[in-house]
């Protein structure tokens, strides 16, 4: 039985590719932004799912840990610094996510 692939954790996208092979293996791939994970034999199939699965995690936690590092700044829509940047950013993206 083959896991569920989660949306993209980069544009949202759930037009995934999980049919596409690679020598020694296997590619998941999105088909909104091209962001992709290989996996390769044995199990490649089962091993490229899981690693998509899970970077996907990983970003959703990467967005909950860096939370209090952009919120505590100024807070302007035009303001072209870093922080202002990195937070409409990390807003987007969870939104979307």
Request: with cysteine.
């Amino acid at each position: 039985m083959t896991e569920k692939l989660k949306p993209c954790p980069f544009c949202g996208n759930t037009k995934i590719r999980d049919d596409q092979y690679i020598r020694d293996g296997r590619q998941v791939k999105c088909r909104g932004c091209g962001a992709s994970t290989q996996a390769y034999n044995p199990s490649a199939n089962e091993k490229a799912t899981h690693l998509w699965n899970n970077r996907a995690d990983m970003h959703t936690e990467l967005v909950e840990a860096l939370r209090p590092l952009v919120s505590s700044h100024h807070i302007d829509d035009k303001c072209q610094c870093n922080k202002c940047i990195g937070r409409r950013v990390l807003i987007k993206a969870t939104k979307e996510g």
